[in-house]
């Protein structure tokens, strides 16, 4: 009788055993689960450091293309701007040297109207005896004309106020009337403007 009731009680205590199996192998398999979790997470953490690391890398890739893009654009203004200074500076001296050939030879040619000038007051003072041909008289019109086209201008300065920075005083001599004094009574040498410019100052005498 004994016998029997020791087997059935160690029948009774197996599956206990058992249950206590199952429980150990869950929490093993917990326990390896959240290990495994443990190991995961610091892999994700590095990815995520590596993406925020890409992202800087690119911000400051951009902002150093955009800042080499600011100083090209600035660089190629300024080349511009020096190139259309050139340009002008250019044009400018050329212009001048042209104005510098022309008015020196409109100077040398000055005295050939001086002659002229004077050639034509004498053929028109009554006791002269050397008129002008009518050729003569087309010759010098023609001259004349051909170089006021040029931009030659004869100066009015007989009767005019005296002016230092147009006329040359030759001498001084008492003024006719009370309101010639400080004027131009006579003209020695007529002056010429080129371009509104003067290329001779005239040469008078002033009345004091």
């Given amino acids: 009788m004994l016998k029997k009731i020791k087997d059935i009680m160690s029948k009774k205590q197996k599956p206990v055993e058992d249950e206590n199996l199952d429980t150990d192998n869950t929490s093993v398999t917990q326990e390896d689960s959240t290990a495994t979790n443990d190991a995961e997470q610091p892999e994700k953490k ?10 800087e890398k690119l911000q400051a890739e951009n902002e150093e293309l ?48 001086d002659d002229f ?26 001259l004349h004309n051909t170089l006021k086209n040029k931009g030659l201008q004869p100066m009015e300065s007989t009767g005019e106020v005296f002016d230092p920075e147009l ?6 001599i008492p003024a006719p009337t009370e309101d010639m004094k400080g004027k131009v009574i006579d ?9 509104d410019k003067i290329i001779r100052y005239a040469k008078v005498v002033v009345g004091k």
């Fill in 46 to 55: 590095e990815k995520k450091g590596k993406k925020m690391s890409k992202t």
């Fill in 66 to 113: 955009t800042i080499q893009v600011a100083e090209l654009k600035d660089k190629h203004l300024r080349l511009f701007a020096e190139f259309d200074n050139f340009k002008k500076r250019n044009v400018k001296e050329k212009l001048e040297m042209m104005s510098s050939a022309a008015r020196d030879t409109l100077s040398a040619l000055l005295p050939v109207l």
């Fill in 117 to 142: 000038d004077r050639a034509k007051k004498n053929a028109e003072d009554e006791s002269s005896t050397e008129p002008f041909s009518e050729g003569v008289m087309l010759v010098y019109n023609k």
């Fill in 167 to 172: 006329h040359e005083a030759i001498t001084e």
């Fill in 187 to 195: 003209t020695i040498e007529t002056g010429y403007l080129l371009n």
